[in-house]
């Protein structure tokens, strides 16, 4: 299973800076809305806010059928926080919140 971390920031550059000192690498992605890391295998990406829907940093994976874990997970009691969207060709994520209000994400076709 493939986790991510997403971290909604105010400005790209400043935490792309910031980022690439604490975690010791360049970005391996370096967009006008997303910077991404990868530290060992985990991807911790930078995102405007407002992008995810969500105030706090973001755990993301990645699952084979988007639509209907979303689905399921919501008349389990989650909550949309951002509604699938598509990212980059054949990727769409979403934001749900789990009971308790954390956001977590899903990334799939």
């Known amino acids: 299973m493939a ?9 790209l550059n400043v935490a792309k800076a ?4 604490v975690l010791g690498v360049a970005p391996h992605t370096d967009t006008a809305y997303y ?10 990406g930078l995102a405007l806010r ?3 829907g969500a ?3 973001v755990l993301c994976v990645d699952v084979a059928k988007l639509d209907e874990l979303r689905k399921g997970l919501l008349a ?3 909550k949309e926080v951002s509604a699938p969207r598509q990212v980059a ?11 308790d209000g954390n956001p977590f ?5």
Request: aromatic share 4%.
């Open 105 to 109: 994400g899903l990334r799939g076709a």
């Open 35 to 44: 910077v991404g890391f990868n530290i060992d295998g985990h991807e911790i």
């Open 3 to 11: 986790l991510s971390t997403v971290i909604p920031v105010h400005d």
């Open 55 to 57: 105030d706090a940093p």
């Open 50 to 52: 407002g992008q995810t």
């Open 89 to 99: 060709p054949g990727v769409r994520v979403c934001v749900l919140a789990d009971p």
């Open 76 to 78: 389990e009691g989650a």
């Open 18 to 21: 910031m980022y690439a000192k």
